[in-house]
């Protein structure tokens, strides 16, 4: 691992200078938004995945950020705060100041679309001004549908809005508790968690479908056959299905780390991942034909946990000390860095943004095949691999702990004198 230093940029200007589109973030369904997708999955598909770090820098400093990043097509960046809003793209970053808190931010065909306390506004990326601005109330712009519809949560529920003018198209009411945490907007329906439950409702604001009297204090995420929700309070992981009536449970495990969170789980095929806010992070796996979860792994880190985005084979977790990759199968470490800390964002070509205290950074990844590499870092020493090494691994071959094709690369390694990473 690379010792790392942030570098500062004068005057806030950078420039998006990666050399390869490795993973393009127009590739998400509807870009922009918060976990990448409408499902909140937090994935991103990629043949390669980040093995180590290239570099940090400082795209913008004495911001205090509080919500995750979100990352628009071309590598447009949208990150938001108390009392400001940062927006970066083609070249340059731009901070305005906002009336209070500010939400997530949705980016959509060059605009940027928030809520602070006192209105909902459009930034024109190019520019960075305010070209729209109508009267609200904080309402949360994250999220758009599969079928290209706007929603943004509200006080008491959710609505569909005109992303040209903001306008509200149809108000749905929900609860009658402040607002829901957080929800997956479908064809037909929608799904929404909230302090006491979780439940369906179509877009005309009638219930299809619910469980009750369960505390969930903690955004959901999920796929086109199930959701997946955090039992806070229980400490359960649940997975459920959003056909039947009541939401019936398909799977759940119960684990003392599965308590208190920032963000929804991320999904890797039917592996689910997150840190809590102790800074304990865990992998788990669904078997959807036993319909059983099974905990993989958990892994202790430094800081309080804030959110987790997969990349390839490699699960980013982020605290307010570090930013970590865990490979996705064991949970070990594969790189860390303090030189970037708090919430980090979906990639796009060979970056990340982080959102912490005073900072926003961006971290270029060095790409590899993970896959092919997993597991031999404990046969190294300062990453290369030795003759005292590649002889623990010929006899954990022997044992059947290590298979060939990776007793073949250590081989490789050792021969060539390469880094693993």
């Known amino acids: 691992m690379k010792t790392l230093a942030a570098v500062p940029v004068v005057g806030g200007l950078y420039s998006f200078d990666a ?38 820098r400082s795209v913008e400093e004495d911001v205090d950020i509080d919500r995750i990043p979100v990352v628009g097509p071309n590598g447009n960046v949208a990150a938001a705060g108390e009392f400001n809003i940062i927006v970066a793209g083609n070249g340059d970053s731009e901070v305005l100041d906002a009336d209070g808190i500010v939400s997530t931010p949705l980016i959509h065909d060059g605009k940027v679309y928030y809520g602070d306390q006192l209105s909902d506004n459009i930034i024109d990326v190019e520019s960075g001004e305010i070209i729209e ?12 549908s599969s ?13 569909k809005f005109d992303p040209d003018n903001l306008d509200t198209i149809n108000s749905i009411d929900i609860v009658s508790n402040p607002r829901p945490y957080g929800f997956i907007p479908r064809d ?53 299905d959003p056909e039947t009536d009541d939401m019936a449970e398909k ?38 034909t036993e319909e059983e979860l099974k905990f993989d792994w958990k892994t202790e880190l430094d800081g309080d946990g804030r959110n987790t ?32 800390n708090g919430f980090v964002s979906m990639p796009h070509d060979t970056e990340l943004y982080v959102g912490g205290e005073n900072t926003l950074y961006e971290l270029t990844a060095e790409l590899g095949d993970r896959a092919a590499n997993s597991g031999l870092n404990e046969y190294t020493n300062d990453g290369t691999v030795g003759t005292s090494q590649l002889l623990a691994g010929i006899e954990d071959w022997r044992s059947g702990a290590l298979d060939t094709p990776k007793l073949l690369a250590l081989i490789n390694y050792w021969r060539s004198g390469e880094t693993i990473k």
């Open 251 to 288: 799977a759940s495990l119960e684990n003392s780390v599965f308590t208190q969170f920032e963000a929804p789980c991320a999904i890797f095929g039917n592996s689910f991942y997150n840190v809590n806010r102790d800074g304990v992070a865990f992998g788990t796996s669904y078997d959807d």
């Open 133 to 144: 601005s109508n009267e609200g109330s904080n309402r949360v712009f994250r999220t758009v």
């Open 309 to 340: 985005v997969v990349w390839g084979e490699v699960a980013i977790v982020s605290t307010t000390e570090q930013v970590v990759g865990l490979d996705t199968e064991s949970g070990d470490e594969i790189w860390s860095t303090s030189d970037a």
């Open 19 to 56: 050399d390869a589109s490795t993973v393009d973030s127009s590739d998400y369904p509807y870009p922009g938004q918060y976990g990448g997708n409408h499902l909140n999955q937090a994935y991103a598909d990629s043949d390669d995945s980040p093995t180590d770090v290239d570099s940090v």
């Open 147 to 159: 079928s290209g519809e706007f929603f943004r949560e509200k006080y008491k529920g959710l609505e």
């Open 188 to 240: 037909d329906d929608f799904i929404a968690v909230f302090e006491q439950g979780v439940g369906k409702w179509d877009y005309e604001g009638d219930r299809l479908a619910g469980r009750a009297n369960r505390s969930y204090n903690t955004n959901i995420s999920g796929t086109d056959d199930v959701v997946v929700a955090i039992r806070n309070g229980d400490d359960i992981l649940e997975v459920l």
